[in-house]
Structures are given as structure tokens and as C-alpha cells.
């Protein structure tokens, strides 16, 4: 708000044009760019000269009684002189009158980005009297939410204003993926990241180990237990995380063998021979299933089976998948019921590759040896 204020120079009246706020007992205070009008009252014959110092005329009246002056030359200390020149050619001495002009400052920094769905708060100096954010009222805090162009206006105690503007971009948040298979058996993991290859990552494996590789392939447990696999990204500034838990017990195997004798239709009993599981599921091969620990189950028609057991333990399964035959009733003469041996370099069961589970059946005509392989896998559990 602005007033009217007599500031007497002997004779002469200057009426100046200001804030109304006073610096000090001699000195007014105005603004930067304040635009003040300035006029004496005195003969309308007499001519009038002004010194500006700090400012600019940037209008006057024919015989000079009046001025517009426009501060924007300099902030600080500066003055407003006039001299008369009466219609007998007198000249009085300057009259010197003191503003300060003051120019407040506001800085609301760099142009910032934003994550995805974060807030980010802008908090400024208390020592200003109003503040307008995006032409609103408000107070020295701002939170920033959304992308756009930030606009801050203040008032300070002298009644001049300031203002500042940023733009802020919004930039997606990282959403990585990963992929775990557990090898309970070795007490490992094997780790497949499935997020953008652009995007740096850091791994934590829950035992305090760490890595930055985008696929760090497999990492071995030294003790059995759960672990909380975390995966984070970070791109832009922003960063986002994942995290997985695995059970590693070195004791789950699944595997068992099929005990039978006979032809088709024969009844078989599976033995059961996993370790460290609590629960069972069993794919008999015959469109039938068994939740049993050790099923018993009649093969009505000759042919090769495929079995499966999937033996669980916590989140962990492991699966042990074995082929079997059922002979008609004129070929098959017993020979020994699942024999189980694994095979090593130079073993009595010449020709195979190690860890193989052996089926053998004579054959009446002509004599054949029924090999099956085990494999034993460790999945997650499905979602």
C-alpha cells in the first residue's frame, strides 16, 4: 500500500510518493522498481531541476514541478535533489532528501525431478511477512507432489515483494523383477533378473553378503535357514525394491523306488526314501494321484509309467521323477524287485553316467534291462 508524505526542504514542499514503512529517522525506505511521483508546491513561474541518484525520471510536468521516478538503477542508499529557478533568475541551494531502495531476494534452487508417487518439500526462509505459491496463499513450506513449474512469491517487512520459479519433472519409479531357483541340496540359489538392464541394481542376500551385478548367478548358503533376497533399483534418482524369501534346507531329497511283481494288472507299492519333507504329492504316471507318504496302486494295463514325488518342505520342493515298465504276462519273469544302486566311474552298471537309479527286469524273450534316470529338482513353491 502506498501514501502520501510531505518531506519539507526549507521553503520548498516536496511530496513524495512512497511505502510507508521508515528505515530510520532521515531515511525512507522503497523498493526496487517502485515507481514513485515526486512534485513541489511553489510558484507556478518558478522552474524546477532534479538529481536523481539510484533512479531514473521517467516522466515531467512542462515546468518541472512534478517527476515520476522509477527505481531500478541500484539498491542501497540513494537521494532525491531539487533546485528552483525563481522568475528573476534566482537559484536556490540543492535540497537533498535520502531513500534507501531495497530489492529482497528468494531462491528456490536448481530445477528439480520427482520420483513416482514421492513428495518432496520446499521449505524457506521465515523471515518474510506473505507468502503465495502458484498465486495462492500459503506459509514458508511447499509440497511438491506433481510435475509443473513452481511459482513463489514473498513480501518481506519493508513491504516489497520477490519471486522465484522452478520446474519439476516427474520420473517413473523403478519396479524391478527377479526370478529365484533354490538348489536345497547345495545350499544355493540361482538368481535371474527380469528388470530393465538399463537401471542399476543392488542385491542383498539376506546372509550379509551383497552385489551389484545385474545377474549374479548363483550364491551358496553356508547354514540352512529362511533368507530375504532383496533386489533394488535406482534410475534417475528414483529407486524401488523387491523382496523374495527362500528356505534353505540341505536335507530335502526327494526319491523313491516302485516295488512290484507280476504282469499286468499288477498292484505297486512306492517306497517312499525322501528326506527332510514334511508333506507328499505323488503323479502316478496313470492319470492318478496320492497325497500318501508311501502309496500302494494297481496298474491295470501294461506300458511305461512315469512317475513323480514332490516332497515339500516349508517353501521348498524338491522332485524325484522315475520310469517304470508293466509287462504282459508271457514276457515278464522277475529278476530282482528295483534294484537300487547309483552308478560311480568304473561301478558294476558299465556305460552309465553317475547317479543314475537302475530298474532291471528279465525278460523271458528277449532279455532287456530297463534303465531309469532319476532327477531331482528344488522349485519355489507356486503362487
Known amino acids: 500500500m502506498k501514501c502520501i508524505k510531505n518531506i519539507w526542504f526549507n521553503s520548498v514542499t516536496i511530496l513524495i510518493l512512497l511505502h510507508c514503512t521508515v528505515l530510520n529517522a532521515q531515511t525512507d525506505t522503497i523498493c526496487f522498481n517502485d515507481t514513485i511521483l515526486y512534485e513541489i508546491s511553489g510558484p507556478k513561474s518558478s522552474e524546477y531541476n532534479w538529481n536523481i541518484s539510484g533512479g531514473s525520471i521517467i516522466y515531467s510536468s512542462t515546468n518541472k514541478d512534478s517527476v515520476v521516478v522509477v527505481w531500478n538503477e541500484s539498491t542501497g542508499l540513494h537521494s532525491v535533489e531539487a533546485i528552483t529557478f525563481t522568475d528573476n533568475y534566482c537559484k536556490s541551494e540543492p535540497e537533498r532528501f535520502e531513500v534507501f531502495v531495497y530489492k529482497p531476494t528468494v531462491d528456490l534452487g536448481e530445477n528439480r525431478a520427482i520420483c513416482e508417487g514421492s513428495n518432496e518439500l520446499l521449505l524457506m526462509e521465515?523471515?518474510?511477512?506473505?507468502?503465495?505459491?502458484?498465486?495462492?496463499?500459503?506459509?514458508?513450506?511447499?509440497?511438491?507432489?506433481?510435475?509443473?513449474?513452481?511459482?513463489?512469491?514473498?513480501?518481506?517487512?519493508?513491504?516489497?515483494?520477490?519471486?522465484?520459479?522452478?520446474?519439476?519433472?516427474?520420473?517413473?519409479?523403478?519396479?524391478?523383477?527377479?526370478?529365484?531357483?533354490?538348489?536345497a541340496l547345495n545350499q544355493s540359489v540361482s538368481l535371474f533378473n527380469l528388470?530393465?538392464?538399463?537401471?542399476?541394481?543392488?542385491?542383498d542376500f539376506g546372509d550379509g553378503a551383497y552385489s551389484d551385478e545385474y545377474n549374479p548367478g548363483i550364491h551358496t548358503y553356508s547354514v540352512p535357514g529362511t533368507y530375504e533376497i532383496s533386489l533394488s533399483a535406482s534410475a534417475n534418482g528414483c529407486s524401488g525394491s523387491i523382496s523374495k524369501d527362500v528356505s534353505i534346507n540341505g536335507s530335502l531329497l526327494a526319491d523313491f523306488i516302485a516295488v512290484f511283481e507280476g504282469c499286468a494288472p499288477v498292484e505297486i507299492t512306492f517306497v517312499n526314501m525322501s528326506t527332510g519333507a514334511d508333506t507328499y504329492y505323488w503323479d502316478l504316471g496313470n492319470g492318478n494321484s496320492s497325497t500318501d507318504e508311501a502309496p500302494v496302486k494297481l496298474y491295470s494295463e501294461p506300458g511305461i509309467?512315469?512317475?513323480?514325488?514332490?516332497?515339500?518342505?516349508?517353501?521348498?520342493?524338491?522332485?524325484?521323477?522315475?520310469?517304470?515298465?508293466?509287462?504282459?504276462?508271457?514276457?515278464?519273469?522277475?529278476?530282482?524287485v528295483s534294484k537300487y544302486l547309483t552308478a560311480r566311474g568304473s561301478s558294476e552298471v558299465k556305460g552309465l553316467t553317475p547317479d543314475l537309479v537302475i530298474n532291471s527286469y528279465l525278460l523271458a524273450s528277449p532279455l532287456i534291462i530297463s534303465v531309469s534316470q532319476t532327477e531331482t529338482k528344488v522349485m519355489p513353491p507356486s503362487s
Open 126 to 183: 521465515t523471515e518474510y511477512e506473505e507468502y503465495f505459491w502458484n498465486d495462492q496463499p500459503g506459509t514458508n513450506e511447499f509440497v511438491v507432489n506433481t510435475e509443473g513449474i513452481i511459482k513463489l512469491e514473498v513480501k518481506d517487512k519493508y513491504g516489497c515483494w520477490a519471486g522465484d520459479s522452478i520446474s519439476v519433472v516427474e520420473n517413473n519409479k523403478p519396479e524391478p523383477k527377479f526370478d529365484v531357483n533354490i538348489d
Open 195 to 203: 528388470s530393465d538392464i538399463t537401471m542399476q541394481y543392488y542385491w
Open 305 to 336: 509309467y512315469e512317475v513323480l514325488l514332490y516332497a515339500k518342505k516349508d517353501t521348498v520342493t524338491s522332485i524325484s521323477k522315475k520310469s517304470f515298465f508293466v509287462n504282459i504276462p508271457a514276457l515278464n519273469i522277475p529278476l530282482s
